[in-house]
């Protein structure tokens, strides 16, 4: 069965650091872009970073840049977000998901899309005093 | 960063009505966009992506729709599975930002 599972999540003093796990299972890791979404408590989804498959290239949300660091370790189907300088605002459950990036072709013309179809179950992230 | 903009906010339906929701983008977005699903206490669920590609295994009673700025997520007869916050999402540029959410209530 393929899973998605987190882990690192906690109670941190704003200006701390925690590191997000994301372990892949089932599934050949490696093949994926991976995503880090949020969510506060009660609100709507925030996309936070995603990752391509060989760490060429990596992409964030403008509010983590400088303070948030996304990678991966292919090898232990891993997934992590690393998080400094946590602010209040930074509270929220924090997910995993595979972008399975299917191609679509029209007119010998193919692009690749997004599609989050494996979600992890989420790990809450609490910045406060 | 582009904006998303879902309606109505929530909606309260019964079993067996058509809901239809709406995305719009603060600018084109061609058919770059993607639908979830969200029940209470889980993770969201894949429904559709390049807007109206239906993913494996989502019932067919769900469709979308739409190119540029304007899409639609339509349930053409609501199950009681379906109760549930719904999230549009553009993979257009980055950052991707998602629409605020329409959750469907039971009437």
């Known amino acids: 069965e393929e899973e998605l599972a987190e882990s690192g999540g906690g109670l941190v003093q704003p200006g701390g650091s925690l590191r997000l796990s994301c372990a892949g299972s089932g599934f050949t890791f490696s093949n994926f872009w991976m995503t880090w979404v949020r969510q506060v408590p009660g609100k709507g989804l925030e996309w936070v970073a995603n990752i391509k498959q060989d760490e060429s290239k990596k992409n964030y949300l403008d509010s983590v840049k400088g303070r948030f660091t996304i990678s991966r370790d292919n090898a232990k189907n891993s997934l992590y977000l690393q998080m400094n300088s946590l602010r209040a605002e930074d509270t929220a459950v924090y997910y995993c998901?595979?972008?399975?990036?299917?191609?679509?072709?029209?007119?010998?013309?193919?692009?690749?899309?997004?599609?989050?179809?494996?979600w992890g179950q989420g790990t809450l992230v609490t910045v406060s005093s | 960063a582009i904006q998303m903009t879902q309606s109505p906010s929530s909606l309260s339906a019964s079993v067996g009505d058509r809901v239809t929701i709406t995305c719009r983008a603060s600018?084109?977005?061609?058919?770059?966009l993607s639908w979830y699903q969200q029940k209470p206490g889980k993770a969201p669920k894949l429904l559709m992506y390049a807007a109206s590609t239906l993913q494996d295994g989502v019932p067919l009673r769900f469709s979308g729709s739409g190119s540029g700025t304007d899409f639609t997520l339509t349930i053409s007869s609501l199950q009681p599975e379906d109760f549930a916050t719904y999230y549009c999402l553009h993979d257009n540029n980055y950052p991707r930002t998602f629409g605020q959410g329409t959750r469907v209530e039971i009437k």
């Open positions: 998901a595979r972008d399975q990036s299917p191609s679509i072709t029209v007119a010998d013309t193919k692009s690749w899309f997004d599609a989050f179809d494996l």
């Open positions: 600018q084109g977005i061609r058919n770059e």
